[in-house]
């Protein structure tokens, strides 16, 4: 199948901090992508969806300030935690396709843990 | 809504003990079925899926029936291992609309040696 990384792995910042978090499709054109939120023990939470060139969809009560994500090309995309604070926490992972109607590949996830 | 329930975790096993997590759904139209696996510390990968009724979905040891009657999709494996302990998500995806799968919340599964 194909293939989504994400970078990095894992991250750890000081509350007040922005931190980026890069999701790439190595070897296909993900039109979309998705960006998920996993709590402990719990399902993934879709976030945020953005189709490249486009403004990103963001789920509600996503907060779409603190979340920024960026779609600027076809095999990148970016989510950016901007005033990062504890409870931002959490386990995200990202996945991409290319079309609708074809399967959507996930990336390893990150950790990201706030001080 | 779309929604799909799965059994509370965690399941706990032997090895070489015989595996069913149960699911079901709701769809507004006619889903598409999925079980990914997480395993610790790392994303979803995709284990089988079923796009029509009565269609098997199997991979690794793992089977699931896609069945209509019953809107289940129950996940089985005849002799597990070690090395399945994951977690596994049950999802599903209508055609039209966004195309975006929705989520169990995923079953914990241990097998003890």
């Known amino acids: 199948g194909a293939v989504v990384s994400q970078h990095p792995s894992w991250v750890i910042c000081k509350s007040g901090t922005s931190v980026k978090i890069e999701c790439r499709s190595l070897?296909?054109?993900?039109?979309?992508m998705f960006w998920y939120r996993q709590f402990p023990k719990q399902s993934l939470m879709l976030m945020a969806t953005s189709n490249e060139g486009s403004k990103a969809t963001y789920e509600q009560g996503v907060e779409k300030d603190k979340f920024l994500i960026n779609h600027a090309s076809l095999t990148l995309s970016t989510l950016t935690v901007t005033s990062a604070h504890p409870e931002d926490s959490s386990f995200y992972i990202c996945?991409?396709?290319?079309?609708?109607?074809?399967?959507?590949?996930f990336g390893p996830g990150t950790r990201l843990t706030v001080l | 809504g779309d929604s799909v329930t799965q059994m509370e975790g965690p399941v706990t096993l032997s090895e070489e003990a015989f595996l069913t997590i149960n699911c079901t759904y709701t769809a507004t139209g006619y889903p598409s079925l999925f079980w990914y696996v997480q395993y610790p510390g790392e994303g979803l990968q995709l284990l089988l899926k079923?796009?029509?009724?009565?269609d098997k979905g199997s991979n690794k040891g793992f089977e699931a029936t896609y069945r209509k009657e019953t809107t289940s999709f129950h996940l089985e494996k005849g002799s597990v291992q070690v090395s399945d302990s994951a977690v596994y998500f049950c999802?599903?995806?209508?055609?039209?609309?966004?195309?975006?799968?929705?989520f169990g919340r995923g079953t914990s599964l241990i097998v003890h040696p």
């Open positions: 996945s991409a396709r290319d079309s609708p109607d074809n399967e959507q590949f």
């Open positions: 079923a796009t029509k009724a009565d």
């Open positions: 999802a599903l995806r209508v055609r039209g609309g966004s195309y975006i799968p929705t």
């Open positions: 070897d296909f054109q993900a039109t979309t």
